[in-house]
């Protein structure tokens, strides 16, 4: 019996694990956060942050409920047999590292090479890598999350990202080192196979 009950809980925690807090609890969580932190929250300036940081959260985390393919599922195919590579670059985001809730702050820079039939509108790149930001990220995840979500929607002939960007989890803690910046690259297709388009996608960006 003992045993029933303890896997009965295990199973109740895990299904509450999975219910999305309500306002109301997060406004709570908030409120502890200030206390543990050593303020008032009852004192006139913090009256209103539990409710102000809930809703700035909903916004920065919004990602969650976007799904790239509904963005890139739109496409054009008067294209004219247009096959080369189509970048765009310095695509500013703002994300948040996913083991200190502090912020990323970067640019992205995307290519993909067409198949000749279709293209994408040039702003739905930018709503990829801004809906990837808006989650808890690693910038690693968050290159090949972008990389992945583009090669599966539009089945190009290949997808280059490069994200450069500076980690306040480096610049405000720990060893504070502020102005250091982290780049990470991922390849499919093409631009994984062969060198020369590598090459030319770095060149590219890099001699902007």
């Not at 303020?39 to 539990?50: H, I, K, Q, S």
């Not at 985390?61 to 080369?84: C, I, K």
């Not at 200190?100 to 702003?123: N, Q, R, T």
């Not at 196979?193 to 902007?208: A, D, K, P, Y």
Request: one cysteine or more; proline letters at 4%.
């Amino acid at each position: 019996m003992d045993a029933i009950i303890k896997v009965l809980q295990s199973a109740a925690a895990k299904q509450d694990n999975n219910r999305r807090p309500t306002q109301e609890e997060a406004e709570a969580a908030v409120r502890t956060l200030l206390l543990w932190a050593g303020d008032n929250p009852d004192r006139e300036g913090l009256l209103d942050t539990p409710q102000r940081v809930a809703n700035t959260y909903k916004e920065l985390f919004s990602g969650y409920a976007q799904d790239p393919a509904d963005v890139l599922g739109r496409t054009f195919e008067e294209v004219a047999g247009y096959e080369d590579m189509i970048l765009i670059q310095d695509i500013p985001f703002f994300s948040h590292c996913e083991h200190h809730m502090v912020p990323i702050i970067g640019k992205a820079h995307v290519a993909y090479l067409p198949d000749g039939e279709k293209v994408v509108g040039l702003s739905k790149i930018a709503r990829v890598v801004d809906m990837f930001a808006h989650r808890l990220q690693t910038q690693e995840s968050m290159t090949a999350q972008i990389a992945n979500a583009i090669q599966e929607s539009l089945r190009p002939r290949g997808v280059a990202v490069m994200i450069e960007a500076e980690h306040m989890c480096m610049a405000m803690r720990g060893i504070r080192k502020a102005g250091s910046t982290t780049t990470t690259t991922t390849f499919t297709g093409s631009f994984k196979t062969e060198i020369n388009e590598q090459v030319r996608f770095m060149t590219l960006v890099r001699g902007r």
